[in-house]
């Protein structure tokens, strides 16, 4: 099973939103992760920036200085 880190890039610095990630699903500038044995988590305020499937990364980037996450 290849699971995925999803991050947030903001001036050059990632800041790690979830590890072992199994779903992300995306609606508008919302997107919801997903790992076991784990919350959800909704990011909002963020585009997907790049996908490095080798590396097993998903790099979000912020739209607008409001970012929010809820756990």
Known sequence: ??????VV????????IMENVTH???SGA???????FEKPRMVEGVFIQAI?????KVIL??????????P
């Open 24 to 26: 992300l699903q995306v």
């Open 61 to 70: 980037k912020k739209i607008r200085a409001d970012l929010k996450i809820f």
């Open 9 to 16: 890039e903001d001036e050059g610095v990632e800041t790690m």
């Open 52 to 56: 490095d499937f080798l590396g097993g």
């Open 30 to 36: 919302t997107i919801e992760v997903n790992a076991f």
């Open 1 to 6: 099973m290849c699971q995925m880190s999803v």
